[in-house]
T-cell receptor, first 111, second 114 residues
Framework: AQSVSQHNHHVILSEAASLELGCNYS??????LFWYVQYPGQHLQLLLK??????LVKGIKGFEAEFIKSKFSFNLRKPSVQWSDTAEYFC?????????FGKGNQVVVIP | DTAVSQTPKYLVTQMGNDKSIKCEQN?????MYWYKQDSKKFLKIMFS???????INETVPNRFSPKSPDKAHLNLHINSLELGDSAVYFC?????????????FGEGSWLTVV
């Protein structure tokens, strides 16, 4: 079964700072990669996904992620965060009919 | 026109009770899931159904019993609730089981067992 690791569970940064969240996975087969966001008190929403093709994918709200196959990584980035980006971010890997989540990154953006 | 809807959104109940959470999707998907999010925000799959048939059943106590009357519905029944069952339960759905299909989540059901 696949597993997903997210580092730096708690991230606090100021508005306009750049954000990068790391995601590493372990799985030997073909995978599809996702980042989901969960705003306070809300459900999971899809931020972006990678299935194939260009390893640099762009999602909603200015987020992007890069799939580096050799490193088994799918890091999420945003060049300039806003207060409204305060949320929990989950990396997920789908393989063998299972979607496995990382433990999440709690991101707090200070105005 | 909510895509994946769950009821109730909030549920507070005593230990030992039996409760159900209902889930419906209007996306025309044929695969539905239940995920549990614990107090540390860790998300873990519990069950998956494809066309009303159980295809994934992770290590979950048998007090939890999913029921899929049709492919648009997947309900979760929990018997003899325990304190540790307190969590947010997310229903989700997708079209098919292929890895390339996005999974869409409901808004979650906040269960508190006292």
């Amino acid at each position: 079964a696949q597993s997903v690791s997210q580092h730096n569970h708690h991230v606090i940064l100021s508005e306009a700072a750049s954000l990068e969240l790391g995601c590493n996975y372990s799985y030997g087969g073909t995978v599809n990669l996702f980042w989901y966001v969960q705003y306070p008190g809300q459900h999971l929403q899809l931020l972006l996904k990678y299935f194939s093709g260009d390893p640099l994918v762009k999602g909603i709200k200015g987020f992007e992620a890069e799939f580096i196959k050799s490193k088994f990584s799918f890091n999420l980035r945003k060049p300039s965060v806003q207060w409204s980006d305060t949320a929990e971010y989950f990396c997920a890997v789908r393989g063998n009919n299972r979607l496995a989540f990382g433990k999440g990154n709690q991101v707090v953006v200070i105005p | 026109d909510t895509a994946v809807s769950q009821t109730p959104k909030y549920l507070v109940t005593q230990m030992g009770n039996d409760k159900s959470i209902k889930c419906e999707q209007n996306l025309g998907h044929d695969t539905m899931y239940w995920y549990k999010q614990d107090s540390k925000k860790f998300l873990k799959i519990m069950f998956s159904y494809n066309n009303k048939e159980l295809i994934i059943n992770e290590t979950v106590p048998n007090r939890f019993s999913p029921k899929s009357p049709d492919k648009a519905h997947l309900n979760l029944h929990i018997n003899s609730l325990e304190l540790g069952d307190s969590a947010v339960y997310f229903c989700a759905s997708s079209l098919g089981q292929a890895s390339g299909n996005t999974i869409y989540f409901g808004e979650g059901s906040w269960l508190t067992v006292v």
